[in-house]
T-cell receptor, first 111, second 114 residues
Framework: GQQLNQSPQSMFIQEGEDVSMNCTSS?????WLWYKQDPGEGPVLLIALYKAGELTSNGRLTAQFGITRKDSFLNISASIPSDVGIYFC???????????FGQGTTLQVKP | SAVISQKPSRDICQRGTSLTIQCQVD?????MFWYRQQPGQSLTLIAT?????????ESGFVIDKFPISRPNLTFSTLTVSNMSPEDSSIYLC???????????FGPGTRLTVL
């Protein structure tokens, strides 16, 4: 079946550093989404991407929809302690409305 | 966005019993989704709950184990039947933003089966 490969699996960084994570697949998607999940909470949508090559920002977060439509990237600039959490990429197969998720990237920020 | 609530927020259950999880949305939505998140894992879609028709289940999930109700456009339930410790997970419902693929998630129900 379709699968998203997300990396890195975890990151431990110093406050103020920039962070990059990515999601790749062998399948083509028309929609990529990035979510953040805090402990004990449901995932919260950060950024939605609908067009190949699109670059979209949400505050210190920037995400890109890969030109091949098989990948997406999320960057966080100048990380702060509240950025701690699990970041998931997600994609929509064949415009079905369903989501498939990457394995997640656990981010820890050292003050 | 939508405001989504789930009940219970958490529960500890004995094996062999069943638990029904409720999902309430503050607006009418056509589709609702149920996901499972096993400990330390990502989210996996269980089924799509459609109002007025049977739920559509993903591969690996069956109606006898996870019966779903969708009595109206703001409410759905997921039952985890004949539970075993392997069913210990977070169960989440989600709804799409109108005319988009962006989904908003409830806070989840954390289930522990002993």
């Amino acid at each position: 079946g379709q699968q998203l490969n997300q990396s890195p699996q975890s990151m431990f960084i110093q406050e103020g550093e920039d962070v990059s994570m990515n999601c790749t697949s062998s399948s083509i998607f028309n929609t990529w989404l990035w979510y953040k999940q805090d402990p004990g909470e449901g995932p919260v949508l950060l950024i939605a991407l609908y067009k190949a090559g699109e670059l979209t920002s949400n505050g210190r977060l920037t995400a890109q929809f890969g030109i091949t439509r098989k990948d997406s990237f999320l960057n966080i600039s100048a990380s702060i302690p509240s950025d701690v959490g699990i970041y998931f990429c997600a994609a929509v197969p064949s415009n079905t409305g369903k989501l498939i998720f990457g394995q997640g990237t656990t981010l820890q920020v050292k003050p | 966005s939508a405001v989504i609530s789930q009940k219970p927020s958490r529960d500890i259950c004995q094996r062999g019993t069943s638990l029904t999880i409720q999902c309430q949305v503050d607006s009418q939505v056509t589709m609702m989704f149920w996901y499972r998140q096993q400990p330390g894992q990502s989210l996996t879609l269980i089924a799509t709950a459609n109002q007025g028709s049977e739920a559509t289940y993903e591969s690996g999930f069956v109606i006898d184990k996870f019966p779903i109700s969708r009595p109206n456009l703001t409410f759905s339930t997921l039952t985890v039947s004949n539970m075993s410790p392997e069913d210990s997970s977070i169960y989440l419902c989600s709804v799409p933003l109108d005319n988009t693929f962006e989904q908003f998630f409830g806070p989840g129900t954390r289930l522990t089966v002993l």
